[in-house]
């Protein structure tokens, strides 16, 4: 909860630090996110219990956001997102691997004449990566907080001056988490998503 009260207010400064700079059709907008997750294939390692691969099936992602468009091409945003994938690796009941996201992100949309157009841009923030198994001999029910960033690119539709729908292909990475297992071992593991994402985004005009 601290790093939820400090990345918010940190959201809100840089809006109102900019607010200024503003465009005509500017305002806050809300949203949010459902889609396909597809988890690379991963090896998971340890100095002393040594390595083996994670395959993971098909899951789904979904989150929302707040953020604020500038009216020049130019959004703002603050998201938080949920990331599930299952294991067709390794033992246990339900093996899953999860991971829980906090970004900061900027979006720029190309111009256009139509209600569609193409969108890019990407952020940074923090994700907080558990892994459920039985790996490397060992029972794995550990977590870890690490650097994240994501980058995204798609088409958007406006349906109207204030509701926008799009469909985007979004690639999410972080740093390799590290586990704690029960025995006192430590292992890691890479962790890289490959997203279609589907989005809805409604702008208040304030």
Request: aromatic content about 12%; proline content about 4%; glycine content about 12%.
């Amino acid at each position: 909860m601290p790093r939820l009260r400090v990345f918010m207010i940190t959201l809100g400064l840089l809006l109102t630090l900019t607010s200024n700079v503003c465009a005509e059709g500017s305002g806050i907008y809300i949203g949010g996110i459902a889609g396909l997750s597809l988890r690379s294939d991963t090896i998971l390692t340890s100095p002393t219990l040594g390595s083996t691969v994670m395959e993971f099936s098909p899951g789904y992602t979904f989150g929302g956001f707040l953020g604020y468009d500038f009216g020049n091409n130019l959004r703002l945003e603050g998201e938080l997102s949920y990331h599930e994938n299952r294991l067709r690796t390794g033992g246990g009941k339900d093996p899953q691997a999860v991971t829980s996201s906090m970004m900061l992100n900027g979006f720029y949309t190309l111009p256009s004449k139509t209600p569609l157009s193409l969108y890019f841009g990407g952020g940074f923030g923090v994700a907080t990566a558990q892994l459920e198994t039985i790996s490397l001999n060992q029972v794995i029910d550990a977590n870890e907080t690490v650097f994240a960033y994501q980058i995204e690119a798609g088409v958007g539709w406006d349906y109207n001056p204030k509701v926008n729908f799009s469909l985007g292909y979004r690639f999410f990475d972080a740093a390799n988490p590290e586990f704690v297992l029960p025995t006192g071992h430590r292992t890691r593991m890479e962790l890289a998503n490959h997203e279609l994402i589907l989005k809805m985004r409604y702008i208040f005009n304030l």
